[in-house]
């Protein structure tokens, strides 16, 4: 009984976003019997493939106890320079590489001022934002639209899932749930994960602890700024065009996700695996709105608004239940 | 013993300037293998300075350490610990959301396949626990478990991340009792008797004397001096620390109190919260002192918290100016005039990021509502008026709370509710961490307050010190009001009560 209360508390948020989850799906499978299809769920993983990415890099970043608010114009401009890339003949492989690496550089950069110039996270990522949103336009004003044959191949290419008949995801998809899985197994038990928890928790105590403080920080915003890039990859290939209007305020759809996946904006806390169900309310919500078909897309926003706000307030429960 | 040839680390001629305060004026230290050394002076004296400078947290100006025999520059705390100087900083720093098996181990813990081993390390870090005589679940998050129990982990940690040459503790057993404070000795020990160097800062002048081997006295970040303990008489330290003789400290006295058959200034009746203590009764009187004494968890902090209604309690009732309490919380007694001063400054009170004057007045500022403000005159008038009463060091009223030393830090939250004029005074360990000398001034204080008619509790787990102030005390046990002493009582009868049995 004491066991089953303390993994309770323990993993209250999480079991909460679990729950709606599956609430939200009931509600909209009963309202709209094809959401039934199995395809239907898979097809908020493809649907949602960028944003669980990034909102990976954010889940990090936000235990860390800072934040990233660059990942949705880092889309824009992967996107767009792949594209004009692509269009001048580069070798595709040989793109994506570049692209991650000027994600990763961009983000060890912000990482660098925010830890060395003791900057807010805030602001240089929001500067970070601009400069990579300004980028993308400066490269072209308009959109570019992608013809390569790889990247054909990958946005069309569809995988038939095991178990269910007739379902399948793209190529692009498997990338958003390798890196889950990878993000998990490093957050929850490598050194270099917990040493992000304890800087989230407080990062004066992890210097005096002889913890690797600058250089976990580092690595956390490297990761976050290699995460957008390869969600911007991600994102060019299934729309095949670049456009440096592309994420509008997809990071704010993201820290909507990793806070409704159980991750507190303070640090210290919170799992991938929320985060995972986080993006999927996020899509599940859209998805019903398409159902419908009536409603327009701002409900989606007024829906994720209200179930953050509902989400920030369990936790601050379970963080009363907890400290008694 | 130690062998004066055997140095481990010399510091010599170390200056280090903040802003506004030299902390540290040419600072000469040396540390031998297999001793204790302690370290001691009055608040703000630049110990904890010293050891950051040791440690690498801090840079500084001038001087240079010697550390085996070879100059060295100690670029960072984990270069330190690299090189085998592990501190346990003076606020317990490990991180409370994490397990104590990870606070002890994270850095060099098992691995297997390049993850952490959970089996391997929380097997281990129960070991290192339980070599320290202490028996918990070590998968629980730190935050979870006692002051205490998280101190002592912060030594285990220390100890375990590297097998250290030099260990330096500040003020480790300022929020122990006598028993873990022991353990924590013993620990010592069986280190330095291994050959590690220990630097041991303290208050507790007979810890200096039951453990140390040296003493080093620092005053206004100068060296005052370093002796044998053995050869060095009490009087005489006290008096290198705070710069004078503490005459008065033999003299006060506390003023008669007369119980006046006049109602209580405040009443409890079968006062009780579940879990937290059992109901209780209490009366406290305008003019008298009612100490707190009890072991360390035994419900002292859990008695003013009810009285104080940060936790309502489900039991009882409370009536404080000849009015019924109905409704519990903080605030309602702020406005019966009653002022809890906590127990835990960092978690409790203490804005590290504003000045000691806006410190200072919150609670005041809180009392008279939002509305209306203080002027500025009014405030710098108050804050300066405490800061000169309890002895602060800081440069100024403007000073950043966050930039006091730890004891100083402790004497701004204690001016905080002394500024709203109470009635009724909760004292929950308010000389955690201070120095002999305004310890004996804040005991004065307590005395002089009650005398002017205010009702004070005081808890403190020095016994000494609850007799000194106290016109009755109260003792606790298990969470439980065991009895209650008036008048003339030996220390040994309370320290019965305290353990229980005979
Ligand atoms: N970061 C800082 N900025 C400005 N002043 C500081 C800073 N750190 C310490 N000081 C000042 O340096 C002096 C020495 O402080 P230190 O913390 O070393 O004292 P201490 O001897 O450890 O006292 P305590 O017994 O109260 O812990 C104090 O006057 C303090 O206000
Ligand atoms: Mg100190």
Redesign the pocket.
Known sequence: MQKIKSFLLKNGPLLATVAIFILVYAIGAQLYPTMKKPQVFFNLFINNGSLLIISIGMTMTVIMGGIDLSVGAMIALTSVASAALLQKNADPVFVMVLMLLMGTALGFVMGCIIHYLKVEAFVVTLMGQFFARGMAYVINESSITIKNEFYNYLALTKINLPFFEKAYVYIPTLAGIVLLIFTFILLSSTRFGRTVYAIGNNEQSALLMGLPVARTKLIVYSFSGFCSALAGIVFSISLLSGYGGYGQSMEMDAIASVVIGGTALTGGTGTVLGTLFGVLINGIIVSILQFNGTLTSWWTRIGVGALTLIFIGIQSLFYVKKKD | MSNPNDEIIRLEGICKN??G?Q?LKNVDFCLRKGEIHALV?E????????IKVMTGVERFDEGKITYDGKEIVIRSPQHAQNIGISTVY?EVNLCSNISVAENLLLGREPRKLGCIDWKAMNKRAKAIMQDLDVDIDVTQPLGSFSTAIQQIAAIARALEISSPKVLILD?PTSSLDAHESNLIFKVMRKLCSAGVGIIFIT?FIKQVYEISDRITV?RN?KLVATHETASLPTIQLISEMIGHSLAEYDEMKKSEFVVNHKKALLEAKELGRKGMVEPFDLELHAGEVVGLAGLLGSGRTEVVKVLFGIDEPDNGCLIVDDQLIKKHSPFEMIMHGVALCPEDRKASGIVGDLTIRENIILAIQARLGWFKFLSKQKQYEIANKYIKMLNI??PSSD?LVK??????QQKVILARWLATDPKMLLLDEPTR?I?VGTKAEIQKLVINLATEGMGCVFISSELEEVMRTSHRVVVMREHEKVTEFAGEVSEREIMQAMAGGE
């Open positions: 903040f802003p305060v902390a002076g608040n703000g004296a630049g110990k904890s300075t010293l003076q003020e208050h620092l970040g060091a800081t000073q930039n006091l030393s730890g004891g100083n961490g120095d």
